[in-house]
């Protein structure tokens, strides 16, 4: 059995981080663009800008360890779409708890990655990523369901 050493696995968790913040910041895009509740639909694109500058950060990790980010190409056509199907008839107060919900879980299982990671560099990475995960998801649960209009429940 080969066994892949912690600096092999850091790169492919950095990889892999890279790659959900990268996707997360093209979805929150497409489906702010989609929202018809403006304060909603302005905060969307103001969290996939988060995600962009998270994805930008392990981008420079890797490259600074030589390595390239993935493409995502491939995971924006077989990951992106199915979600946009099945979010796209339910309505905007359930959409906000599931995304709640999802960074939260983020949130949590980052902080668990983190306690894991020796590269301190990527730790910090990691660590910082957190507290937006964290507001994301208060923002979602508190004032995201507070902005909802009746014709948001369609």
Request: charged content about 25%.
């Amino acid at each position: 059995m080969v066994r892949v050493g912690a600096a092999m696995k850091e790169l492919r968790l950095a990889k892999v981080l890279y790659l959900a913040e990268h996707l997360g910041g093209v979805f929150y895009d497409q489906f702010s663009a989609n929202v018809h509740n403006s304060d909603v639909s302005g905060t969307f694109s103001a969290f996939a800008g988060d995600e962009h500058v998270h994805a930008r950060w392990y981008a420079e990790w890797l490259n600074a360890r030589g390595h390239s980010p993935p493409s995502a190409a491939a995971l924006r056509m077989l990951v992106l779409p199915p979600l946009r199907v099945a979010l796209a008839p339910a309505p905007l107060e359930r959409k906000l708890v599931t995304f709640a919900r999802t960074e939260a879980l983020a949130a949590d299982h980052l902080r668990e990655l983190a306690a894991k990671i020796r590269d301190p560099e990527l730790k910090a990475i990691v660590e910082r990523t957190i507290p937006f995960e964290e507001k994301h998801a208060r923002w979602y649960r508190d004032t995201g369901r507070r902005m909802l209009r009746p014709q948001d429940s369609k």
